[in-house]
């Protein structure tokens, strides 16, 4: 897999039927390596290991009803009272980030309120806080 833009990580794979899997710590089990997900995993084990949120705090891939249709976000940080402190739109290193994924990230947001929003495709991150009042973002350098 691709280097990305993330501190190095160790983590566990098992190959099967010629297929490649890595172990998934926040749903624990292993899931089909794709570029998104080793993106996602990377975005997972940042958040835990470098900006110190709690792994019981990290959902990964849970539906969420957009109007009539079911989506899937790929990671949500929750606050301690269960609102969403922050969610992520993973995409494979070689998508670009475009309006498009904002649009994206935007729309799951409607429904899930996080305070905070984190674009990346393992290259290049983008992050947000998000100016309820104005209608807008804060684009910032890090996540807090």
Avoid at 98 to 116: C, H, K, P, S
Wanted: hydrophobic share 40%; glycine share 4%.
């Amino acid at each position: 897999m691709q280097t990305l833009n993330f501190p190095t990580f160790k983590f566990r794979f098992k190959n099967s039927e010629n297929k490649t899997s890595i172990f998934d710590v926040v749903r624990k089990k292993f899931v089909i390596l794709t570029p998104e997900e080793w993106v996602r995993q990377h975005v997972v084990h940042y958040l835990i290991q470098n900006k110190g949120y709690p792994l019981s705090h990290i959902n990964v891939e849970k539906v969420v009803k957009i109007n009539t249709m079911n989506k899937r976000y790929d990671v949500v940080v929750f606050n301690p009272d269960g609102s969403i402190f922050l969610l992520v739109e993973c995409k494979a290193p070689q998508v670009t980030i475009t309006q498009e994924t904002f649009d994206q990230i935007a729309r799951y947001n409607g429904v899930l309120d996080a305070n905070y929003l984190m674009v990346t495709n393992g290259i290049n991150h983008y992050f947000c806080k998000l100016d309820y009042e104005n209608q807008g973002y804060v684009f910032l350098q890090n996540l807090p």
